[in-house]
């Protein structure tokens, strides 16, 4: 495995919940902070999350913060991401990846650059 593969992805109506699951490999995944990263086709990347790698601290972009909860199992080398109250702006494409976070912005590492296919969500006003 070269890549990170999500899933957990669907359909849902606004107001309900989904549950992501990112297994990653061991040199993307080992010692390094892993978040959330989401995408609209023909928008910019949006990171989400991103939690420190010993797990002890998350931080969240504005857009999801107190509805989405990420946490990570180090053993099993897999970050998971709990979406509660699902909005139709959430509708995206969702990636794990390293990420940094820096002065309240998430980004992806600079030099992670193997994604992987990602998983659809979609939300139905």
């Known amino acids: 495995q070269v890549q990170p593969v999500e899933s957990g992805g669907g359909l849902v109506q606004a107001g309900e919940s989904l549950r992501l699951t990112c297994t990653a490999p061991?040199?993307?995944?080992?010692?390094?902070?892993m978040g959330w990263v989401r995408q609209v086709t023909g928008k910019e990347r949006e990171g989400i999350s991103c939690?420190?790698?010993?797990?002890?601290?998350?931080w969240y972009s504005d857009s999801v913060k107190d509805r989405f909860t990420a946490s990570r199992d180090n053993a099993n080398k897999m970050v998971d991401l709990q979406m509660n109250k699902l909005k139709p702006e959430d509708t995206a494409i969702y990636f794990c990846?390293?990420?940094?976070?820096?002065?309240?912005?998430?980004?992806?590492?600079?030099?992670?650059?193997?994604w992987g296919q990602g998983t659809q969500v979609t939300v139905s006003s």
């Open positions: 990846a390293p990420c940094v976070s820096v002065a309240s912005i998430i980004v992806p590492a600079s030099d992670f650059h193997s």
């Open positions: 939690t420190t790698a010993s797990g002890a601290r998350t």
């Open positions: 061991r040199l993307t995944f080992d010692g390094r902070a």
